[in-house]
T-cell receptor, first 113, second 114 residues
């Protein structure tokens, strides 16, 4: 596709459940980022991939959060044992390489009830 | 690590007036400063960016200035239009450093009154 695609656009889950959020970056972009945005706040960094490897996962809040990018393209953010505090918009972005223009997807709105 | 402060949090202007949003950063090694516009229900969209080797950049009604000594940068929108209404975020990055991710400000909600 022409832009970064995130699915689903909305996800409602019960507390304690497991969720997966998917990101399809722009074709050819080697860098991929996950951010979390709470209401009225700026995006907060979670994890950054360069190719298949996680170059920086220092933003992941705890070990319930994990992300993969096995083939250097599509990435999945996985959240185990969801908590109500995990409710937010999860944004994915990609760039041709680190330090160049980052393009964001429309986000996945996660609501934990 | 880097910390980005953004002011004001809300800004209301009349159509045709100018709008200025200011950001400061803490890490003197940061060298890339993009500005994003976010409309309701959408992801942030890059509107302009500046690198530390220049002091000003313009693109039609939008301009960004950078003062490396003071560690602050500003977004200027002239001849504002109602469609400029959105939340604007500044960000900073140390390209080539150990941290590859953007650090964002908390955003400015701009309202342009027709």
């Amino acid at each position: 596709g022409a832009g970064v695609s995130q699915t689903p656009s909305n996800k409602v889950t019960e507390k304690g459940k497991y969720v997966e959020l998917r990101c399809d970056p722009i074709s050819g972009h080697t860098a991929l980022y996950w951010y979390r945005q709470s209401l009225g706040q700026g995006p907060e960094f979670l994890i950054y991939f360069q190719g298949t490897g996680a170059a920086d996962d220092s933003g992941l809040p705890n070990d319930r959060f994990f992300a993969v990018r096995p083939e250097g393209s599509v990435s999945t953010l996985k959240i185990q044992r969801t908590e109500r505090g995990d409710s937010a918009v999860y944004l994915c972005a990609s760039s041709f390489e680190e330090g160049t223009e980052a393009f964001f997807g429309q986000g996945t709105r996660l609501t934990v009830v | 690590g880097e910390n980005v402060e953004q002011h004001p949090s809300t800004l209301s202007v009349q159509e045709g007036d100018s709008a200025v949003i200011k950001c400061t950063y803490s890490d003197s090694a940061s060298n890339y400063f993009p500005w994003y516009k976010q409309e309701l229900g959408k992801g942030p969209q890059l509107i302009i960016d500046i690198r530390s080797n220049v002091g000003e950049k313009k693109d039609q009604r939008i301009a960004v200035t950078l003062n490396k000594t003071a560690k602050h940068f500003s977004l200027h929108i002239t001849e504002t239009q109602p469609e400029d209404s959105a939340v604007y975020f500044c960000a900073a990055l140390n390209y080539g450093g150990s941290q590859g991710n953007l650090i964002f400000g908390k955003g400015t909600k701009l309202s342009v009154k027709p």
